[in-house]
């Protein structure tokens, strides 16, 4: 147990910082996946195939190539696209990306094609009536988004995006590989200098554990919020 | 882009494909067996044996996989008595320990699979089975498999797509599989786009063809 007092003794307080940064880029990496999908469910719905082949093309390589691939492909080339970008604006000095963004920019993308998949499943099974009544009742195109379309899928999409949320958390332990100091690093370093990996790759499991236990309570709650009226 | 890298660095991808291939069908087939144990324990109604085999379900599919690996191969093989035991000269080898994490994690996924499958099986064709006077281990073979091998067929499907990109993380673990190898070019020749559109197009096929074969079995096995 002294391995993990808090303060110089320790390894406690690093871990716990560790645990919030695994958080932090879950979190970071899920909205950057919304945003994601929201460009693509868009294109995989809509009726022109150049568009469908965009969509299909982003989710289909995501899905089928491994996510420590698409980690290493972002922090080698991460930077390079940067400063590639950065030079067509006249700017020729080194950039280097953080960390953080690194890898919260690559599980985004990742956790972005399979939060596609689940809106576009949501939408698709919403009753064509749905749109039709809304078009009937004169609604605007805003309106019927927001007050008919919206509400119905959050509510098909929240048991599966809630197994999104739980894959993304996990993948976050890939981003150890960029050095950025989440749980999996901070065990990596503490167990290199304690030389105790067992004892420390179990805490990492036990936060993990902890962390998927505690978003799988929030999330029971908010289904039970959205499935109000059923 | 450049081509020449593209081209030279193709065999050396091909040939560690394999190393991925092999820790593929390893993991899967001691998964599939593992998978069903515990299927059946948690079907089981033994309140112990069925609160066992969730634990170990929810174990491993609440921690991430490279958890898993790590304590398997730096966690384990520090313990100094396991070094005395028969036991070492299996954990030494980065490439076994990386198939013991692979199976114990795709068992967990495979159970619960199985375990769905079982439960959508109707009472009806059991009892169907009993009252032609089949004994009951009979139904089980002969029934109730073949039913939940086809119902679990597409999430199987998934699973072994899963699986293929879990077998990645063995690279973490000084093995030198696809994903490993194609790191080791990004990181001598600094070019990650070209060697990532190689060995990411060798991922992309194996999983082409996965999906497709699981679409042919869904297809003949259909009723």
């Keep these: 147990m002294e391995l993990l007092a808090f303060g110089d003794t ?13 958080i932090a880029v879950a979190i970071t990496a899920m909205l950057i996946g919304f945003f994601f999908a929201l460009i693509f469910t868009p294109l995989k719905l809509s009726k022109n195939k150049f568009l469908n082949l965009i969509a299909n093309t982003y989710t289909t390589i995501i899905r089928g190539v491994p996510e420590l691939l698409v980690i290493y492909l972002f922090f080698f ?29 690559s599980i985004g993308i990742i956790s972005g094609a399979y939060s596609t998949e689940v809106f576009r499943g949501a939408i698709q099974s919403i009753d ?12 605007s195109k805003f309106g019927k988004f927001f007050k008919i379309i919206l509400p119905q899928t959050l509510r098909l999409a929240i048991p599966n995006l809630s197994n999104v949320w739980q894959i993304t958390l996990k993948d976050t332990s890939l981003i150890m590989v960029t050095g950025l100091v989440e749980i999996m690093r901070q065990s990596y370093v503490a167990a290199g200098s304690t030389r105790d990996p067992l004892f420390f790759y179990s805490c990492a499991a036990v936060l993990y554990l902890f962390l998927t236990f505690l978003s799988m309570k929030l999330i029971n709650r908010l289904e039970l919020k959205y499935s109000k009226g059923y | 882009m450049d081509i020449e890298l593209m081209v030279n660095s193709f065999p050396k991808l091909l040939s560690a494909s394999l190393i991925t291939l092999k820790l593929l069908s390893a993991s899967l087939i001691v998964g599939l ?6 299927a059946i324990l948690r079907l089981n109604k033994n309140i112990f044996m069925n609160k066992f085999a969730y634990g170990y379900s929810y174990l491993f599919r609440g921690t991430p996989l490279l958890v898993q690996i790590f304590i398997i191969y730096y966690g ?10 028969v036991l070492w000269v299996i954990l030494k080898e980065p490439y076994w320990c990386a198939i013991i994490a692979f199976s114990l994690n795709t068992g967990a996924y495979t159970s619960e699979i199985l375990r769905s499958a079982f439960q959508t099986i109707k009472p009806g064709i ?29 999430a199987y499907g998934n699973e072994i797509i899963l699986m293929l990109k879990g077998t990645s993380l063995a690279s973490t673990v000084t093995l030198m599989d696809l994903t490993g190898v194609a790191k080791y070019i990004i990181s001598t020749t600094f070019k990650p786009i070209e060697v990532f559109i190689v060995a990411g197009g060798i991922y992309l096929f194996m999983t082409f063809v996965v999906h497709n074969v699981i679409k042919f079995l869904e297809k003949k096995y259909s009723y």
């Design chain 1, 10 to 22: 320790g390894w406690g307080d690093e871990l716990f910082y560790a645990t919030l940064m695994t």
């Design chain 1, 77 to 105: 080339g991460g930077s390079a696209a940067v400063m590639f970008v950065a030079s067509i604006f006249g700017y020729g000095e080194y950039i280097e990306i953080n960390a953080f963004i690194t890898g919260a920019f």
């Design chain 1, 128 to 139: 064509k009536g749905q749109f039709e009544a809304a078009n009937v009742l004169g609604l």
């Design chain 2, 33 to 38: 067996f593992i998978g069903l144990l515990f």
């Design chain 2, 76 to 85: 384990l093989g520090n313990i100094e008595y396991l070094r005395t035991t």
């Design chain 2, 126 to 154: 059991i009892e169907a089975g009993k009252s032609l006077g089949i004994q009951s281990k009979i139904i089980f073979y002969k029934i109730q498999i073949p039913i939940a091998i086809r119902q679990s067929l597409p």
